[in-house]
């Protein structure tokens, strides 16, 4: 079949959507319920002591649940495969998005890698105290890693299978090792409540300090990231945007609890061994568990060894899942070659991108020992849920009112903020566990940012969330004072090029107009270019006006949110003014409109927006002033776009009857000296009066111009009250500019972000 233009069509194949909320909550838990248990408990009894081996686990969990919570909104908000390689590609553009897929690829595959082990080591030492294994105990290294080997092998094809089958299995035996291990606990604590004096186990309960926690709760870290995998199946689960965040949110709370529950029942379960029971589970390392639990039930090496059967393949069949299509998504994005994106015509799977996974978690698997596999995990998946944080934080800042939420998280931004800098912490003292995990997490982002800007910057493909430059003839470099002029079309681009022409005389500014170009939902971005027009014409008509006295510069561009490709073209160019037009018609919902609340808001820079400013020269100017830096904002405006000869700026400030009144004289002789503005331009006016937004509208009748600062952000008061600088604007019918000015230190937040 062929298109308008002669080219042969693609036929683009997806993947099956057949996982439903059980299926999801299983892989998840699944992923978390693997090594962090069985390898876990024996080292973190060692390291940190009984209360220290609970509070590991508790504390992880409160933390894994805030990076949960990010999951959770970033995925019902972007519901589809790649999982933090989409969100960080949406929040922060290509090359951050290519080191997260890269991380996650690495991590989960290490994590895989990890849970073949931990298969093999338990069922290796479970046959061998048999008897049905007869080989030297040298040799017994080598038989764990063949193992480990073989049973990744089974599961790389039970992926390949298909995802009905991946999930299936996952489901079952996830249900299987929770049933089992809820059993465990719950006998440890109905040993505790018969045996109450098996409580002493618990003491000293934090025998070598409350530091080392930090590097038990970072080694185990690799236990909690199951909500990695169910961010993964969002071009393949039921109703994506309501399930993804509950099953996250599940499965956190199942593991905790399951968590916690065991590591009770290994310390109650030993008794009589002639010394602290977390000291002697502790020497036993990665089979601390099992020797536990061995002496807590009878056949108790039988029901770990069948117990660690369910969960490291469980585990092993979600962390494939997951690595898997991670790998794909950066295959499909062109991040890496377009092959890793080919499916099976037959079954619907990504096995290319598995093939690659399968190299990685075997290799891993046989080359690294025990515990530096559990601490590189670690590493890699705390790199990354520290970008995930930083992720919720920019597109719900920045692009919440362009993407449709199943589930916002509460507590916003504080969660996440906390969750950032406890995993700094932990990453830092992962140092002491394994210097090994050091070494090989950073070489894999290394030789991750080598490959991308080698291969993937240039040949990557374009989303619809990216910001896409279709026509730029910019100013090289910026030299001084930067107006950047945004027109939306030709008929009012003369009006606010005239007024950016003041402001450029005045500052001495180079000015950059932007234009950017609308481009229906169903058009695809390769057409955009037929959607120009009007953005050249606009230009033109900017530059006519403004290139034969100012440094002259120019941008089309192409953002799905208007507002966001504004901003960003400002923080881009390193703005100082913003300028843009109002037609004066907001919408539901929006102060001013759709596209000035976000600028007014977000920008970082200084903004101007301009309403029924037709005139050439303006005589009387009139300043609502109610102080702060807004106000003094707006009187460095009025005084640029008065006129010299005759021109007047009133200043005037209305208060309420009983209440004290603004010192406008007192502003003025504080405020005008800096900005190098004549003082007798500026006259200050009074009036006391009950309705204050009727007066300045009555007042503003007698003036060419009204400049106006904007609501000041964050004030308990505009919720209360109202914002009376917009009401205000939008009932003038006089022309109007309102000002924001920028904050130093939030503009210098909002750039870097």
Not at 550 to 558: A, E, K, L, N, V
Not at 625 to 649: K, Y
Request: glycine content about 8%; overall charge positive.
């Amino acid at each position: 079949m062929n298109d308008s233009r002669g080219e042969k069509s693609k036929v683009v194949t997806t993947l099956s959507r057949e996982l439903n909320l059980l299926q999801i909550t299983m892989m998840g838990v699944g992923m978390m319920i693997g090594a962090g248990v069985f390898i876990g408990i024996g080292n973190t009894a060692r390291i940190a002591g009984p209360g220290g081996m609970i509070l590991t686990f508790a504390l992880n969990g409160v933390i894994a649940l805030f990076v949960a919570m990010s999951y959770a909104e970033l995925s019902s908000a972007i519901p589809r495969a790649g999982g933090a390689y989409n969100f960080a590609r949406i929040a922060f553009g290509r090359a951050p998005s290519f080191l997260a897929g890269w991380m996650e690829w690495f991590a989960s595959s290490v994590a895989g890698s990890l849970y073949a082990v931990t298969f093999a080591i338990y069922t290796v030492h479970y046959f061998s105290q048999l008897g049905f294994i007869h080989i030297p105990g040298t040799h017994l290294p080598m038989l764990e890693k063949l193992v480990a080997v073989a049973v990744a092998s089974i599961f790389l094809y039970v992926n390949y299978r298909g995802v009905s089958q991946t999930g299936t299995t996952g489901a079952l035996l996830t249900l299987g090792q929770t049933l089992i291990l809820a059993f465990i606990a719950l006998v440890g604590i109905g040993t505790a409540l018969y045996e109450p004096e098996r409580l002493a186990n618990f003491k000293p309960f934090l025998p070598h300090g409350w530091t080392m926690l930090l590097v038990t709760m970072g080694f185990t870290y690799v236990a909690f990231e199951g909500f990695e995998v169910i961010a993964q199946t969002g071009d393949e689960a039921v109703d994506p945007r309501r399930n993804l965040p509950k099953a996250m949110l599940y499965s956190i709370l199942i593991v905790v609890l399951i968590y916690v529950g065991v590591s009770f029942a290994s310390l109650v379960a030993v008794k009589d061994v002639g010394g602290p029971a977390w000291v002697w589970i502790g020497k036993f390392g990665a089979k601390g568990f099992g020797q536990a639990v061995s002496r807590l039930l009878p056949w108790g090496g039988l029901v770990t060894t069948i117990a660690v059967i369910f969960a490291s393949t469980s585990a092993l069949n979600a962390t494939i899942y997951s690595a898997t299509r991670v790998s794909y998504a950066l295959g499909r994005d062109r991040m890496l070659p377009p092959i890793f994106s080919r499916l099976s015509k037959r079954r619907m799977t990504p096995y290319v991108a598995l093939l690659f996974t399968a190299g990685l978690v075997i290799s891993v698997a046989v080359l690294l020992p025990t515990i530096h596999l559990a601490s590189s995990a670690s590493i890699m998946f705390l790199f990354l849920f520290f970008l995930v944080n930083l992720c919720v934080i920019r597109i719900r800042h920045y692009m919440g009112d362009e993407l449709t939420y199943g589930f916002m998280m509460p507590l916003f931004p504080w969660l996440p903020i906390a969750a950032i800098f406890i995993q700094a912490l932990l990453a830092v003292w992962l140092i002491r566990m394994s210097l090994v995990a050091w070494i090989v997490g950073p070489t894999w982002v290394v030789s991750g940012i080598a490959i991308y800007y080698a291969y993937s910057r240039h040949r990557t493909s374009t989303t619809r969330e990216e910001i896409v430059t279709l026509r730029e003839e910019p100013i090289p470099r910026k030299q001084s004072y930067r107006i950047l002029l945004a027109v939306s079309n030709p008929e009012n681009a003369v009006q606010l090029a005239c007024c950016s022409y003041r402001f450029g005389q005045a500052k001495g500014a180079e000015v950059e107009v932007v234009y950017m170009m609308p481009v229906p939902p169903q058009v695809p971005l390769s057409d955009a270019s037929q959607y120009m027009l009007r953005g050249e014409e606009a230009i033109v008509e900017a530059m006519l006006y403004l290139s034969t006295d100012f440094t002259f510069g120019s941008t089309i561009r192409y953002c799905r949110s208007i507002p966001r490709g504004i901003i960003s073209t400002a923080a881009e160019q390193r703005t100082d003014l913003l300028i843009t037009g109002w037609g004066g018609h907001p919408r539901k919902g929006f102060a001013l409109g759709s596209t000035v609340d976000p600028i007014l808001k977000r920008a970082t820079c200084n903004v101007a927006v301009l309403k029924n400013c037709h005139q050439q020269r303006y005589m009387r100017v009139m300043v609502p002033f109610a102080g702060g830096p807004n106000g003094v904002f707006a009187l460095e405006v009025a005084s640029m776009l008065v006129e010299r000869e005759g021109g007047r700026i009133d200043v005037f400030h209305v208060s309420s009857p009983g209440e004290p009144r603004q010192d406008i004289e007192a502003c003025l002789e504080k405020s005008l000296p800096p900005l190098g503005v004549e003082s007798s331009l500026f006259e200050p006016k009074y009036a006391i009066s009950r309705d204050i937004l009727g007066t300045l509208l009555e007042q503003a009748q007698q003036y060419d111009l009204v400049v106006m600062g904007a609501s000041r952000e964050g004030l308990f008061r505009q919720v209360v009250m109202g914002r009376l600088p917009e009401e205000f604007a939008r009932r003038c019918g006089k022309p109007l500019i309102m000002v924001k000015a920028s904050s130093p230190v939030r503009s210098f937040v909002r750039r870097w972000m």
